[in-house]
């Protein structure tokens, strides 16, 4: 299966660690060209790119996608170095920190909304000559996927209410960009993930965390890599050439349409 992943181009933003580095990870173990991104390089980066070069190709771009400049930068330099972009991944995103609606002002309302939805958008916007060229060279199609939250659906947990309506944002945005880049042979497509086992979650302690996995079906937290596959199913073109506009749901029955 994704046998047609290798020598794709994928952007994955927010690729450090976490979901995004599980992700790019299994796109370089199919022979995939995979663009890590993150504010700065972590102090396993050589380690991580050597990896990933045994199977694919890997290159680190620093940026941080908070600012439109450097989403536009990001895209530039992943072109300039791998020749065009047939798979973006829209993963950068965080909580940056809890605030009931009471502590909410301009500076964290601007951080969340920054690094969840100006990342996603400019990203997608600056990405999109390239991705249509791409989907005309390879007569398939090209792909964008972004990395949603169970938040979206039930409207975030203490303090996360702008992050859960930051992701609500983009699952509206992607129904646009499907009724009107279609024609250009683009696909959108969202993961949505449940509690995932990551930094994200390095605030909670045995207790919170048992709690919080008692409201799972599957009793557990998931893990990046069990997230990981769902990307590789809406990039490939043989598996989801006909998929575009949906929401897959990875979060162990925690929530349910
Ligand atoms: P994580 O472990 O905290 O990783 C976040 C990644 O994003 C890091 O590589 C980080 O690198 C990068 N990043 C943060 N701010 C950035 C910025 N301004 N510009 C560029 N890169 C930036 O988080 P994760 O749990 O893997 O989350 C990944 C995605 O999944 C996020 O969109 C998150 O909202 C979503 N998600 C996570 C969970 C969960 O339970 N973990 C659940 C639902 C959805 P730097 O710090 O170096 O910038």
């Known amino acids: 299966m994704f046998k047609d992943l290798k020598g794709k181009r994928v952007l994955i933003t927010g690729s450090t660690q976490g979901i995004g580095l599980a992700v790019a990870k299994a796109f370089a173990a199919l022979g995939a060209k995979v663009g890590l991104n993150g504010r700065q390089a972590p ?16 290159e680190f771009f620093a940026a941080d996608l908070g600012k439109t400049s450097e989403c536009e930068r990001l895209i530039h330099e992943f072109v300039a170095r791998f020749g065009g972009v047939d ?11 809890r605030k009931p609606l009471e502590q909410i002002d301009d500076a964290f309302y601007n951080a969340v909304c920054d690094v969840n939805m100006r990342s996603a958008l400019m990203c997608t916007r600056f990405a999109l000559p390239h991705l249509r060229a791409a ?11 972004s990395t949603s939250s169970i938040a979206a659906h039930l409207g975030g947990g203490p303090g996360a209410g702008l992050y859960g ?29 449940g509690v995932v086992d990551t ?16 409201t799972i079906p599957m009793g557990r937290f998931g893990t990046p890599e069990e997230i990981a ?12 050439g006909y998929i575009t506009g949906q ?7 925690q929530y349910m349409h």
């Open 135 to 145: 989907a005309l060279d390879s007569g398939e199609t090209a792909a964008v996927i």
């Open 229 to 240: 596959p769902a990307y590789l199913f809406f990039a490939s073109h043989a598996c989801s």
């Open 247 to 253: 929401i897959l749901d990875v979060n162990g029955g």
């Open 165 to 193: 309506a930051a992701k609500a944002w983009l699952n509206a945005e992607n129904k646009n960009w499907v009724s009107y880049h279609t024609q250009d042979r683009i696909r959108f497509n969202i993961v949505s993930p």
């Open 199 to 214: 930094a994200f979650h390095a605030d909670k302690g045995p207790e919170a965390r048992a709690s919080l996995s008692a």
């Open 87 to 97: 798979v973006l991944i829209n993963n950068a995103g965080a909580l940056v920190a």
């Open 43 to 58: 102090a396993d980066l050589p380690d991580t790119l050597a990896g990933m070069r045994q199977t694919g190709e890997a």
